[in-house]
T-cell receptor
Framework: AQSVAQPEDQVNVAEGNPLTVKCTYSVSGNPYLFWYVQYPNRGLQFLLKYITGDNLVKGSYGFEAEFNKSQTSFHLKKPSALVSDSALYFCAVRDSANSGNTPLVFGKGTRLSVIA | NAGVTQTPKFQVLKTGQSMTLQCAQDMNHNSMYWYRQDPGMGLRLIYYSASEGTTDKGEVPNGYNVSRLNKREFSLRLESAAPSQTSVYFC????????????????FGPGTRLTVL
């Protein structure tokens, strides 16, 4: 079975400070990991994914994520937060051992609030 | 490309009424999915279609039916709506294959906000 956990419902950070949104996962094989962002009254937008290779993945809007196999984590980071980054963030996983059309499993989401 | 489109954007139903949520994608994707989003629950999979002609249940299929009309379209039907089905519904699609090792992301529509009174 595959699962993903986002331990924080809410993260608050001051504008200009670094931000981290946490994600841990559980799969039988190797993970394919994804981050999505949802702005108010919008659908989910893809930010970045980890498939293999370099543990640090860079994505859209200056976001990056670090894959840590020993800690089974894939935390989302940004060096300097913007007020416009305030949104709901979802981590998702698929086990590489599963068929490619197996749906992603999503975490419950973390609401990021960047305060000016 | 419009990507994934959903109709309607908003809908209010009375308990017991039926309706169909429509979804279409223009990216020639094989797989399509229906999720519901509720506060504190994240995204939960209702049904998915791995390829044209196939459908499978997800985590919360009760009270719903789906039809993969063709490669482009995947509809979700509520036969007898209940207040517990008040939610935001998202359709998604991906270019996925049956073999392992496919790592393509899912693309989401803008959602349908459904209220059942």
């Amino acid at each position: 079975a595959q699962s993903v956990a986002q331990p924080e419902d809410q993260v608050n950070v001051a504008e200009g400070n670094p931000l981290t949104v946490k994600c841990t996962y559980s799969v039988s094989g190797n993970p394919y990991l994804f981050w999505y962002v949802q702005y108010p009254n919008r659908g989910l937008q893809f930010l970045l994914k980890y498939i293999t290779g370099d543990n640090l993945v860079k994505g859209s809007y200056g976001f990056e994520a670090e894959f840590n196999k020993s800690q089974t984590s894939f935390h989302l980071k940004k060096p300097s937060a913007l007020v416009s980054d305030s949104a709901l963030y979802f981590c998702a996983v698929r086990d590489s051992a599963n068929s490619g059309n197996t749906p992603l499993v999503f975490g419950k989401g973390t609401r990021l609030s960047v305060i000016a | 490309n419009a990507g994934v489109t959903q109709t309607p954007k908003f809908q209010v139903l009375k308990t017991g009424q039926s309706m169909t949520l429509q979804c279409a994608q223009d990216m020639n994707h094989n797989s399509m999915y229906w999720y519901r989003q509720d506060p504190g629950m994240g995204l939960r999979l209702i049904y998915y279609s791995a390829s044209e002609g196939t459908t499978d249940k997800g985590e919360v299929p009760n009270g719903y039916n789906v039809s993969r009309l063709n490669k482009r379209e995947f509809s979700l039907r509520l036969e007898s709506a209940a207040p517990s089905q008040t939610s935001v519904y998202f359709c998604a699609s991906s270019e996925a294959t049956e073999g392992t090792g496919s790592y393509n992301e899912q693309f989401f529509g803008p959602g349908t906000r459904l209220t059942v009174l």
